[in-house]
């Protein structure tokens, strides 16, 4: 399973036995789900008053960071292309795959200074979530910006002879060139009509070589064909070619713009290539210090709702909980046999919606214990 559900209880005599009790009835006799103890160091606790106010910031910041962990594990998705069954494992934080990092989670005492308040910690993780994003979004359209432009010039090489770039189909052999009078057009024609083109090119117009037509190639619905004859009536003969369902195409024979053509083809295939590398590292470092970010988000708020709703001095247990999928429903009865002694206004379990001062549970579901739940399948599935 890769959801996981952050809980917090009481301490009962100890947290040590909160958490051997939790452990007991889930894991050890009923076999619901794996535990383990989520630790969280001694934060600052500051007032009643901001405890209320940031247990409210932190939801909407939770779901901010969510949303860049996915967004980035998205785009790492993206940008790996045939190389996406690699994703999984690129997905990494601190080094460790998520569920290792989250079920021996440890607060980054570095980065997020306990002796700050809660509200600073708060903001500087906001300020990391943005700056990661904001760097995102200008790598991400960069990069965007130079495959699309690579993906325009391949689909010009590849598709049908109506459309498709005709300069690596065409030798210089082909062409009447240096001609002032004399030009070879390019001309679609249809399988279905290659009877009609090869006994009419000739008459659609006055001033046509005789037997200079030649098949150039042939796709699986139409032929190329080139065509001499007379500058001066090339649009009489594009008319009647349209009249008779035949495609003059627009090509003039350059020896340099085909060159450019095939250089700006190779310059973008290896301008890409080399911002491969180091934009796949970047999502990767940034995917580990988002989700990073993300999680201590989760254990801030399980802090404060657990000081908002136990009460001080601080004293509760956190733990992560990994729910075996066909457990779900009883591992939820079984917790709140557990804890629905804490649940004063008796709305156990009762869903979204319910205002409690002090409780920050809009949107979520509101039980007797402190209750957050973790997703880290952060992949959406491949449109088929």
């Known amino acids: 399973m890769t959801e996981f559900w952050l809980i917090s209880a009481p301490g009962e005599k100890t947290c040590q036995q909160t958490w051997e009790i939790l452990n007991n009835v889930t894991a050890k006799q009923n076999n619901l789900s794996m535990n383990h103890k989520f630790n969280i160091p001694d934060l600052k606790v500051g007032t009643l008053d901001v405890l209320v106010g940031l247990s409210d910031d932190l939801g ?135 009877h009609d083109w090869l006994s009419k090119y000739e008459s659609l117009a006055d001033m046509v070589v005789p037997r200079s037509t030649k098949l150039i190639t042939e796709d699986g619905e139409n032929c190329l064909y080139t065509v001499s004859l007379f500058q001066r009536v090339v649009d009489e003969y594009k008319h009647h070619c349209r009249e008779n369902k035949f495609v003059v195409r627009d090509f003039t024979y350059n020896e340099g713009d085909i060159a450019a053509d095939k250089n700006q083809l190779t310059k973008l295939e290896a301008d890409k290539k080399k911002q491969f590398g180091p ?26 709702e657990s000081v908002l709703r136990y009460g001080l001095p601080v004293n509760f247990q956190a733990m992560i909980l990994q729910p075996y999928k066909k457990s779900m429903k009883r591992l939820r009865e079984v917790l709140n046999q557990l804890y629905g002694h804490l649940d004063n206004a008796g709305l156990s379990g009762t869903e979204a919606g319910v205002e409690i001062p002090g409780l920050n549970i809009g949107g979520s579901e509101y039980f007797p214990y402190v209750y957050y739940k973790i997703g880290i399948d952060l992949i959406e599935p491949m449109k088929v």
């Open 279 to 304: 934009l796949v590292r970047w999502l990767k470092v940034n995917f580990s210090e988002c989700f990073t970010a993300w999680i201590h988000v989760k254990a801030l708020r399980v802090f404060v």
């Open 60 to 194: 909407k910041l939770d779901t901010y960071s969510e949303s860049v962990t996915r967004k980035i594990a998205q785009y790492l998705g993206d940008v790996l292309e045939e190389q996406r069954d690699k994703l999984q494992e690129n997905l990494q934080a601190n080094g460790v795959d998520l569920v290792t990092y989250l079920t021996r989670f440890q607060w980054d005492l570095a980065k997020y200074p306990i002796k700050q308040s809660l509200k600073n910690i708060s903001e500087i993780i906001s300020k990391q979530v943005s700056q990661i994003e904001a760097d995102l979004r200008t790598k991400s359209t960069s990069y965007n910006n130079l495959k699309g432009n690579l993906q325009s010039l391949e689909r010009k090489s590849t598709g049908s002879l109506l459309t498709r770039s005709l300069a690596d189909l065409v030798k210089k052999e082909d062409f009447i060139l240096g001609s002032d009078y004399l030009v070879t057009l390019m001309v679609v024609v249809p399988k279905a009509y290659q």
